[in-house]
């Protein structure tokens, strides 16, 4: 089977939900999954049941500052962590290939974009990858079979209400 490259971006919520969910869906048909999250550091109710699954998860920012409070000190860290991540991520060989807020990790040169680049440009034939951010890079757009984009009507956050535990995260 040949394997394609979903793209789910956009300002509306839901781009990594869909993405866990095709997770979800490949680990059920008796499927390989590693995914990297890049730019999250709040742990959220699916990476526990993804590992559980028996997916492979590499997150890239536990415990550092948003990106435009951190130290150019902190910047090099994050960006050396999560190269990494992506690269072990790639050593997997995992049938899909799931690489969450690529996007911003991009946009804000949190990870080595050429390697990204060969992960998503350069996969195995047979592998799924999955892209999720707001705004990706042209490459991204050019590259993928599936590009959904989401947009936000209406959203909580404008009546006051903030990000609930086992719906938002």
Known sequence: MKGLIHLYWGEGKGKTTAAMGLALRALGAGKTVTAVQFLKGRESGEIALLRALGAQVFRGKDGAP???????????????????????AMETGA??????????????????????????????????????????????????DYSTELRCCRHPYEKGIGARKGIEY
């Open 66 to 88: 948003f990106t435009a409070r951190m130290s150019d000190e902190e910047r090099a860290g994050m960006y050396r962590l999560q190269t990494e991540h992506l690269r072990q």
């Open 95 to 144: 049938d899909v290939l799931l690489l969450d807020e690529a996007c911003a990790a991009v946009e804000k040169g949190c990870v080595d974009e050429t390697l990204l680049r060969r992960a998503v440009l350069e996969k195995p034939p047979e592998q799924e990858v999955v892209l999720t951010g707001r705004r990706p890079a042209d490459w991204m757009r050019e590259a993928a």
